[in-house]
């Protein structure tokens, strides 16, 4: 049976070819506009015209100014303070993108709400990183990028494609061109990090590991009771690496635990700034010579101090998301690991 094109020509080819090609669009919230802004420059794209701002109430609204029907739409959104309204503007924006008919939506979320709420510690407790993964899926979204999850098992509460990136080549980079190597013990300040300081060791030439114990007080949010050396520290430089540093308190006592095991110097290396409370004074006031951290998270000027570097996390993310859009390989910009 032959059929009739909408020119009047005969064909064979049932069903209708659409005639454009591909369209990714990157929208942002209020939380760090800046950051959009530089992944959108380095992704040679323009952020798209938002409307968005509260209620008296406190109720946010959020409406695209262009037509985002069959895009390929990625919402990046910094989840810092007050994490809550800007989880949920994030939120409101994917159940839009959802009800204008965007063909797939990607959140990217640099910082991961909730992620150190990942297991029960005790009884009647929630799994609040769960609980965040379900309500992006919910709200309408096929897919999620973030930078350096609190635990890699997280990827799991998903129900999708996860691309997990990581800050530790850009981190390693900055001290590889400033420290002597061969002098360097990286430390891992948990037990959780171990796996993490040993990909540090590889990177930087297979340097010496430490590890430090420490037990926390199940009763008293981020407060940690003792501290224990593991690993050769003894007149060397060392480099704490962690997934974030949100009071400072577990930093500047593994740091002062480093230095009575005999370090000669401690440098930190953290991917997210969290920055809460007493954490600035804590590190300028502590015996750490470097806090290095990414813009993951926002670090406004009353929170900078002089012995902090901020490295721009917006190229790997700019290349993570072109690499989503035109279905190449993100684990290749890891080496394979995810």
């Given at each position: 049976m032959k059929h009739v094109s909408v020119e009047g020509e005969l064909s064979e080819v049932s069903g209708i070819k659409a005639s454009g090609q591909k369209k990714l669009m990157l929208f942002t919230g209020?939380?760090?506009?800046?950051?959009?802004?530089?992944?959108?420059?380095?992704?040679?794209?323009?952020?798209?015209?938002?409307?968005?701002?509260?209620?008296?109430?406190?109720?946010?609204?959020?409406?695209?100014?262009?037509?985002?029907?069959?895009s390929d739409a990625f919402v990046i959104q910094s989840h810092t303070a007050p994490i809550n309204q800007w989880i949920m503007e994030q939120?409101?924006?994917?159940?839009?993108?959802?009800?204008?008919?965007?063909?797939?939506?990607?959140?990217?979320?640099?910082?991961?709400?909730?992620?150190?709420?990942?297991?029960k510690h005790r009884g009647r407790e929630p799994i609040s990183a769960r609980l965040m993964a379900d309500l992006f899926k919910t709200a309408g979204a096929d897919r999620l990028i973030t930078v350096d999850l609190h635990t890699a098992?997280?990827?799991?509460?998903?129900?999708?494609?996860?691309?997990?990136?990581?800050?530790?080549d850009l981190l390693a980079?900055?001290?590889?061109?400033?420290?002597?190597?061969?002098?360097?013990?990286?430390?891992?300040?948990?037990?959780g990090r171990v796996r993490v300081t040993e990909r540090w060791s590889d990177r930087l030439g297979g340097v010496p590991m430490a590890?430090?114990?420490?037990?926390?007080?199940?009763?008293?949010?981020?407060?940690?009771?003792?501290?224990?050396?593991?690993?050769?520290?003894?007149?060397?430089?060392?480099?704490?690496?962690?997934?974030?540093?949100?009071t400072g308190g577990t930093i500047?006592?593994?740091?002062?635990a480093l230095f009575d095991h005999g370090a000669t110097r401690v440098v930190v290396a953290a991917t997210h700034g969290v920055l809460s409370g007493p954490a600035v004074d804590r590190l300028k006031n502590s015996r750490i010579s470097?806090?290095?951290?990414?813009?993951?998270?926002?670090?406004?000027?009353e929170k900078q101090f002089d012995k902090l570097t901020?490295?721009?996390?917006?190229?790997?993310?700019?290349?993570?998301?072109?690499?989503?859009?035109?279905?190449?390989?993100?684990?290749?910009l890891f080496g394979g690991h995810s």
């Open positions: 209020r939380a760090d506009p800046d950051l959009a802004r530089e992944v959108a420059d380095n992704l040679h794209v323009e952020l798209t015209p938002t409307s968005a701002y509260d209620f008296a109430n406190g109720e946010t609204f959020v409406r695209f100014l262009e037509s985002v029907r069959g939120l409101i924006m994917v159940d839009a993108l959802k009800r204008a008919s965007a063909k797939r939506i990607t959140v990217v979320a640099p910082f991961f709400g909730y992620a150190r709420q990942d297991k098992q997280i990827q799991g509460f998903f129900d999708g494609p996860v691309d997990h990136l990581f800050a530790l980079r900055h001290f590889e061109s400033r420290l002597d190597t061969s002098q360097v013990t990286v430390v891992a300040p948990d037990a590890i430090i114990h420490k037990k926390r007080d199940p009763d008293v949010a981020n407060e940690v009771k003792v501290f224990d050396v593991v690993g050769e520290v003894e007149g060397r430089t060392c480099v704490v690496v962690d997934d974030m540093i949100d500047v006592k593994a740091a002062d470097d806090v290095v951290l990414t813009n993951t998270l926002p670090i406004p000027m901020v490295l721009s996390i917006a190229p790997l993310i700019a290349r993570a998301i072109n690499e989503v859009f035109s279905d190449g390989s993100v684990t290749s």
